[in-house]
Structures are given as C-alpha cells and as structure tokens.
C-alpha cells in the first residue's frame, strides 16, 4: 500500500513537471480558440445556428479569462512563446488583456442579436484583439 502511494505520487510530481507553465498556457488559450473558431466559421461560412452561436459564444466567455492567471514571472520554459515584454512592460500587457476581455463580453453580450453585421463586427473586434496581443507579446513557434 505504501509503495503504491509513493509511486503514484512520484507520478504525480513527474506529469506536472512535465506539464510546465508554458504548455499549461497554451492549452488554456487552446481552450479559447475552441470556442472562438466555430464562432468564426459559422459567421463566414455559416450556416448560422443562434441556438449553438449563443452557446459557443457563454463557452468563449467562460474560457477567455484563464490563461492569463498562468503569467507568473519567471515561467518562460523551452516550449513557451511569452515574450519577455509581458513581464518588463505590464501595463500594455495588461490593456491588451482589458480590451480582448471588453470585446468578447460585448460579442457574448450581442449573440442574441439578429443583426448579423452587428454580430461580425463583435467577433472581427475579439480577432483583432488576438492578433495585436500576440504581435506585441507572442514570440515565433519553436
Ligand atoms: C493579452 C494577450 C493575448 C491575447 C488577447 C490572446 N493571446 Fe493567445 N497567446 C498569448 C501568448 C503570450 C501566448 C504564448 C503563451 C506561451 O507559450 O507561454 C499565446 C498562445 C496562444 C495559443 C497557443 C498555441 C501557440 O502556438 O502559441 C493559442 C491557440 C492562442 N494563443 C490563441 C488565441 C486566440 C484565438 C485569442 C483570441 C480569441 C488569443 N490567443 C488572445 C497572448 C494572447
């Protein structure tokens, strides 16, 4: 029983060795994107469920917040693509957080909506807002 408890302990400790900061971050953004991608398909190439836009769009809102309570300094691992401005510039960091997390409140906040280019609008703000953090704050794949 005791060389059981320490085994599985033992791989308890190694699976979150394993699994750093940098790999728990992306797939916590991985999260986000599985909720923003069928948002984005249904919007271009339809057809346009409100039923299951509404659902993906309550999922997104749920998901958007956690990754970025995995920043703790110090956490860029060999896997990670955190650029080291996120730590020695904070408050832009941060504004990109606060506007990616505005857009996709006011995009969750409107799915009801019938005004579909209302409804794109949303969505291409929470695009935008993607793309402008990881231009600043992303580095390349490695
Ligand atoms: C405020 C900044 C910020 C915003 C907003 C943001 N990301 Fe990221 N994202 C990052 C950073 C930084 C990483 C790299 C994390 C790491 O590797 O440690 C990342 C990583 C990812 C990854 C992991 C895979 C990879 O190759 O890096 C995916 C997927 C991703 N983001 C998708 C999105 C999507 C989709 C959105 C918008 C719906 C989004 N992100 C919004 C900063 C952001």
Redesign the pocket.
């Known amino acids: 029983m005791k060389t059981l408890t320490t085994a599985l302990l033992l791989t308890l400790l190694c699976s979150s060795a394993l699994a750093g900061?940098?790999?728990d971050?992306?797939?916590s953004?991985?999260k986000?994107?599985l909720s923003?991608?069928p948002v984005g398909v249904m919007l271009r190439d339809g057809p346009f469920r409100k039923d299951q836009f509404i659902k993906h769009a309550d999922a997104?809102k749920a998901a958007?917040p956690a990754?970025?309570l995995?920043?703790k300094p110090g956490?860029?691992?060999d896997?990670?693509?955190?650029?080291p401005e996120?730590w020695s510039q904070p408050a832009r960091?941060k504004a990109?957080?606060d506007?990616?997390i505005s857009a996709?409140n006011a995009l969750q906040a409107g799915a009801q909506s019938d005004d579909l280019a209302a409804v794109r609008n949303k969505y291409a703000a929470?695009?935008a807002?993607?793309k402008?953090?990881?231009d600043?704050?992303?580095?390349p794949?490695r």
């Open positions: 900061p940098g790999e971050r992306q797939k953004f991985k986000v994107l923003f991608e997104l958007a990754p970025f995995l920043f956490t860029i691992d896997v990670s693509r955190a650029k996120i960091f990109e957080q506007k990616f996709v929470v695009a807002s993607c402008s953090c990881h600043s704050f992303r580095g794949k």
